[in-house]
T-cell receptor
Framework: QKEVEQNSGPLSVPEGAIASLNCTYSDRGSQSFFWYRQYSGKSPELIMSIYSNGDKEDGRFTAQLNKASQYVSLLIRDSQPSDSATYLCAVTSGTYKYIFGTGTRLKVLA | EPEVTQTPSHQVTQMGQEVILRCVPISNHLYFYWYRQILGQKVEFLVSFYNNEISEKSEIFDDQFSVERPDGSNFTLKIRSTKLEDSAMYFC?????????????FGNGTRLTVT
């Protein structure tokens, strides 16, 4: 059974701090990796995609991928209270499937 | 920006009834998906659909479920003989080129309540 693991949290950080979210996956064949944000009662919203090893930055967000360690992370700089949400890691499995982790709940304290 | 559209936003049905959840994927996307999220739990894969046929399905997607693309724009999930445990948020999603370098784009979901 292919799995994606995340710490469920909550991860509490003060406003303005860096939030670090982590994800591990079991399928060595996974090719594509995504971070989604989900507010309570809403649908997942894409934040970042990353497809190759290393770092990818987009505004306040940086995704990091290490395929050898089967590890993906998301850094959120200058965290804002509006960033408080559940962050979902998603990993592709084969051609037709995306597997989601349980999500990490982030709370940014004003 | 193009969106995935789902209707209805909320569906209440009685146990044993059939429901059809509807979705209009993004127009240039070729791969379509249904996911389910039971309250407080993770987003679970149900089925993927490409080229007018099911590409992959999960163990959850048993004979109670079916999908269809009845025309060039709609994509539906039918649940026959609903059970209490089918109560969940159902998300339709689409992607341009499948699970290779192509993110999923989600609709707003249909909240299904089975009483």
């Amino acid at each position: 059974q292919k799995e994606v693991e995340q710490n469920s949290g909550p991860l509490s950080v003060p406003e303005g701090a860096i939030a670090s979210l982590n994800c591990t996956y079991s399928d060595r064949g996974s090719q594509s990796f995504f971070w989604y944000r989900q507010y309570s009662g809403k649908s997942p919203e894409l934040i970042m995609s990353i497809y190759s090893n290393g770092d990818k930055e987009d505004g306040r967000f940086t995704a990091q991928l290490n395929k050898a360690s089967q590890y993906v992370s998301l850094l959120i700089r200058d965290s804002q209270p509006s960033d408080s949400a559940t962050y979902l890691c998603a990993v592709t499995s084969g051609t037709y499937k995306y597997i989601f982790g349980t999500g990490t709940r982030l709370k940014v304290l004003a | 920006e193009p969106e995935v559209t789902q209707t209805p936003s909320h569906q209440v049905t009685q146990m044993g009834q059939e429901v059809i959840l509807r979705c209009v994927p993004i127009s240039n996307h070729l791969y379509f998906y249904w996911y389910r999220q039971i309250l407080g739990q993770k987003v679970e894969f149900l089925v993927s659909f490409y080229n007018n046929e099911i590409s992959e399905k999960s163990e959850i997607f048993d004979d109670q479920f079916s999908v269809e693309r009845p025309d060039g724009s709609n994509f539906t999930l039918k649940i026959r003989s609903t059970k209490l445990e089918d109560s969940a948020m159902y998300f339709c999603a689409s992607s341009v080129s499948g699970a290779y370098n192509s993110p999923l784009h989600f609709g707003n979901g249909t909240r299904l309540t089975v009483t």
